[in-house]
């Protein structure tokens, strides 16, 4: 099941809030999200199900080891055997197909490949199941006594399959105790209603112009469909990527949890450091906190600490050349800025700041897009004019022009509009007042507008499910 679906949005989340809601003992709540979130995973493919309770049981089991021998070797053997069981499970099932293949491939055996299908959303539960278990190592968070509430953690749907990667010592909190709260409620449904539009409205269409472009014959694309087919990409795994977001902390504050953002506007970064800063926070958090600072930081062997997080980085995304190939590329240009470009960037103008950024990620992007190298070494060999491919035609400018308006909207809404429109109603016209009047009348229209194309078009994937 997915967020952006007629079933979701009318039926199974009226439901969860109505039977949530019809309980005020704090059990029964969790025990009404953990039913709703195992229904939410199976929706697709029932006997994963198997796997997330199994991986939620031995790190409920190894926290309470931790918890009880801490400072024996009882904790380390807890937390070792946590690490190992949840990467042995995300190695076999994600990754076991990639490395049976380049062992065929370097030693000319023939290995057969297993084939697991990829439980949606390990990726995610198992880096949060880990930082649990490395949180309470640390001392930083008590073990969770309760299995329940354990599993609520674990299987929330709001963030299960994508994402935000949500650490234990976000909500350990509300986990325990949460209320009813009409404010949050109303910036919940503020953030459904935006993420699902940014998905509908926005990725759809984004991700139909892809598809169009960067599937076709490379030696038939000119250059220019072949750019505006990345172009339209860059905007596809944005706002597909940040409207789930969106929805997922608008699910939580519905209920009580507070997630934190996961995205701050990329596109205006400056810079490749920036642009990490900002683009899938939850992340780039997540590997600071718990490879780069345990390796040493920036305080010894940095660059090398630098290759290994961005090779992580690039190898969590999928397992494929590429994406090794997409992590490393951002790490060179990162240890590029470190070493000397953010000294040079203080004496250019932000403009020129900016252009670099975007130059460089959309260019990441088509790394990212093409699993299949040689295509993706060709296709880039293309976007320069290496090829013969022709330049321009005349099939491109129409549907530049069908999409002009589209596009500008694009535009404008990877800028902070929301909160510089907020801070204008508060700060200068002083009517928080009309800023909520107009924020219940752009939530109808992006309701309307995103269940009419819901309604019309089948056309309706989700870039992240397969990590």
Known sequence: MVFASLIFLFLFLPLNLILYYSFK??????????VFSIFFYSWGEPVWVLLLIFTSLVDYANGLAIEKYRGKIGAKIGLICSIIINLSLLMTFKYSDFIIENINALVGSSFAKPSFALPIGISFYTFQTISYVIDVYKGEV???KSFPRFLMFVSLYHQLVAGPIVRYSHIATEIDERKFDLLDFSEGINRICRGLFKKVFIANIAGELTKQYLDADIDLLTVGAGWFGLLMFTVQIYFDFSGY???AIGLGKLFGFHY??????????TSITDFWRRWH?????FFRDYIYIPLGGNRKNQILNLFIVWFLTGLWHGASWNFIIWGLYFGVLIILEKLILLKVFNFLPRIIRHIYALFFIIIGWAIFYFTDVSK????CYMLFGGGENKLWDFEIEESLMSHLYWIIFCA????????IMKNLFEQRIKSPKLFNNLLVVANIVFIIVSVTFLVGKSYNPFLYFRF
């Open 412 to 419: 404008i809404i990877c800028l902070p509009i929301f909160p």
């Open 281 to 285: 926070i939850s992340l780039s958090t």
């Open 25 to 34: 003992d704090i059990n029964y709540r969790n025990w009404v999200l953990i």
């Open 260 to 269: 934190h953002e996961n995205f701050n506007y990329p596109y205006t970064a």
């Open 142 to 144: 008590k073990a969770q």
């Open 376 to 379: 993706l070494k060709q296709f």
């Open 245 to 247: 977001s969106d929805m």
